[in-house]
């Protein structure tokens, strides 16, 4: 096998070389994303009018446009050091595989029991819940990654745990449910008859499967009745890209070490939070006018926000209960077909990555499920790792970078996220090897329908 | 938390520091152990006698007694590169949370997908079957952890991978048969109807649930009615302790660089590959008189073949197809109650560590199920880690010791192998938190039946 003789196959930092501050990216934009909205009164909205809901330290990072690195508290490295830091790894394996003269990294965020990168925000959220002396934290879970971070971060700070999952993952993924238990959580079938929005959502639709929208209306109810909670969200939210950052820094600190500049930087995009950590710091010094980099956001072709999407205020949630965020959406109302890549379901995206989507900095691309599963098969042979189906989606245009690469003889740098492992989606693996699976494209009038349900917003 | 600032969390040796050969404890040891028999004959069994069932290079290095280090080829150390590294951890939140003077350290093995340590031969195994230009292997795996690893080994190198697989683990765990799958190997619920074997267990024990010892039977037989195929195995044989020794040698290098020397040194034992491989270097040193050290196996008190077992040769497979080995054994005919840590589930146990725990050199304990499954929740709950049932033996006499110095104030330094990951085994741990769990202990009487399986061998 051809390996480059500086390069090692895996790069660990050491403890004092990890990062000590996360690095916001919103400091570094000339346009910021648009500030979140009262539903109500449709002006932007206060820190005193998120308290109920969030923390105040998140809500304070929340609103925060302006400073570029926000330290990590000591407890919270010294949890991180549980899981952290990540590899960077050289993927000599697949460019031979692929006959690619680009040269391949990836960074793992999988090497946790939650099994992706969702840990590096729930470790933050659980520790400023402790801090301001809750009782315990609601969230929803799609795949059940978040739900199984959140659960592990509580397990660690002392905090209790309410987790809705999403129906169809709830179903699909059973182990999750046992794994959350495991760490003391109580998880509940989203949508239930526990709260009012779920039981409007099951009377108004009998036979859904649920959706990450519909899970999050149920527990940011959940938090604000009950006592001493708050709601936590373990992606989209600018507070979640904040902390995600350390996988972008991780990065760059490992490959300026090695000398190393990407061309291309690839990451899986549902609600934004493993893309907008890994390319926080690299867009930063787009954005600083410092370097260039092709930035490029993969999602599934079942749920297009980016590719298809519209750039406009929405609702965060199904049940219209949170604020309205700008961002690309396929409107709140859009379910998903039940694809397998739950973490990837949400019908909007990160209003950081939207703005920064929407002025050019970054390319989006969708891909269909059964090539994702192709991508991940071929991945897995050669490097070892089973992928997420959610992680594969950036294998997918990764290999298919590469390949462009050995057509025109190009020694391009890719990197990509490689967000997490799939022992919890066999079932989905089992239908790909019986030739059991199926793509989904919504049509143009579906996404129409959708989009009707978009609030109207003047700015 | 009160940390040494001089231990780091986590220390990963860089590629330069990872060893270069493997070492076998058997060149260092007064007593070798006994060699293996031709069940017919009753004679020591000549290289000549395995190859029709084993890889040359491989039956080379299962008799030798003398090579104190066996170079690792580069191949190997390549394709170690894709997940090792393994991590040596200070239970630093562990030791918090038992409130222990003890110093606990554990090297952690479940880093990659096959969830456990068991990769480490396996690519080994698959190179020299590779290097002998076969078209494949075939092997037994109980809770899918061997399986899997063969698999991953059996794609890297290109070589045909059949499975046969306990029926119990098969039906309990499915996610297993597909991550198989996804690495292209055939996995067969054992006992089957594709062997002359299978087909007689099956009519004298129509309901059995399998064990080790069946399935290793049709494998061999498998191997042997298959042009091009070998069998290999994933315990037990002294070729496998050779592989697994680079645990113990990645630890004590780690230890050696930090100043750190175990009194204590704590593994599950199944048929000994994780318990041989981590203490081996250590036990080297103790056989040399150079340092000492306690050893302690830990088996369930399902299945303890050193514990209540007899020290006498018997057969390594239910079917008596096998070589007979010199062993702590239940008897070949022992078939565990189905307990859920499938891998060691095994009537018998390495001959090494037979030799060495019955000329004094190591302890061994037994542990109840529900006992084991309370650890490996409370390590989960403060590690991160949720630990594989098999590890989690380990895990409950670590705590066990542990507390013990709590009791007398002893500062003692206790290393552990943490052989793999629980995320297959969901299902026993959904029992237990279901309080659905049960302990089995056999009975004298059950044992006596047992032992009177045993072959008459003159020695």
Redesign the interface.
């Known amino acids: ?1 051809k ?1 480059d003789k500086n390069i ?3 790069i ?1 930092l ?2 004092d070389e990890m990062p000590k501050a996360w690095y916001n990216v919103r400091a570094d934009m000339k346009n910021k994303p648009a500030p979140l909205l009262n539903p109500g009164t449709g002006k932007p909205l206060q820190a005193e009018e998120l308290y109920p809901i969030f923390c105040e330290e998140l809500v304070k990072q929340e609103l925060d446009n302006d400073t570029a690195f926000i330290e990590i508290p000591e407890e919270i490295r ?1 949890c991180y ?3 952290r830091p990540s590899p960077l790894v050289r993927a000599y ?1 697949l460019e031979e595989a692929l006959g690619t003269p680009a040269k391949i990294y990836y960074k793992y965020e999988g ?3 939650s ?1 992706s990168h969702k840990l590096n925000s729930a470790m933050a959220q659980a520790y400023y819940a402790k801090k301001q002396g809750l009782k315990g934290v609601t969230t929803e879970t799609g795949a059940g990654q978040w739900g199984t971070a959140l659960s ?1 971060a509580c ?2 700070f002392g905090l209790d745990c309410k987790v809705y999952m999403v129906k169809v993952s709830y179903e699909q993924k ?2 999750r449910r ?2 959350m ?4 959580a109580s998880v509940t079938p989203s949508p239930s008859m526990e709260t009012e929005i779920g039981k409007k959502i099951l009377a108004e639709h009998p036979g859904t499967t649920g959706s990450l929208g519909c899970a999050i209306s149920e527990a940011v109810e959940a938090a604000t009745t009950h006592e001493g909670y708050r709601y936590v969200l373990g992606s989209v939210l600018n507070q979640v890209l904040l902390h995600q950052s350390i996988i972008g820094l991780e990065a760059k600190t490992a490959l300026d070490k090695l000398g190393v500049k990407p061309d291309i930087i690839i990451g899986c995009a549902g609600g934004g939070s493993n893309l907008g950590g890994l390319i926080s710091p690299f867009m930063g010094q787009k954005l600083r006018g410092e370097a260039d980099y092709r930035f490029i956001a993969v999602e599934p072709a079942s749920c297009p926000s980016f590719t298809r999407g519209k750039f406009a205020y929405d609702f965060c949630d199904t049940g219209k209960v949170c604020p309205l965020a700008k961002m690309y959406t396929l409107g709140s109302g859009f379910i998903p077909a039940p694809n397998h890549a739950g973490g990837l379901r949400y019908h909007g995206m990160s209003s950081i990555l939207s703005q920064l989507y929407h002025d050019g900095y970054m390319e989006a691309t969708s891909v269909c499920q059964t090539d994702v599963f192709k991508a991940a ?1 071929q991945f ?7 992928p997420a189906p959610e992680s594969s989606h950036a294998i997918r245009v990764a290999i298919d970078e590469a390949l462009k690469c050995k057509e025109t003889g190009e020694e391009k740098t890719i990197l990509f996220g490689l967000t997490g ?1 799939g ?2 989606d ?2 989905a ?2 239908k790909f ?1 019986n030739g059991e699976m199926t793509d989904y494209i919504p049509t143009d009038e579906e996404l129409a329908a959708s989009f009707a349900t978009l609030p109207v917003v003047e700015e």
Do not use: D, W
Not at 380 to 386: D, F, H, N, P, S
């Open positions: 096998m390996t090692p196959y895996k660990y050491s403890e010294q050091k549980t899981f394996f090497n946790n029991t099994g592990m397990s660690l059973p182990f046992e794994v238990r495991t760490y003391g098969e897995a042979r050669v490097e070892g790792i089973l492992t022992y919890f066999m079932f693996y089992e090897h």
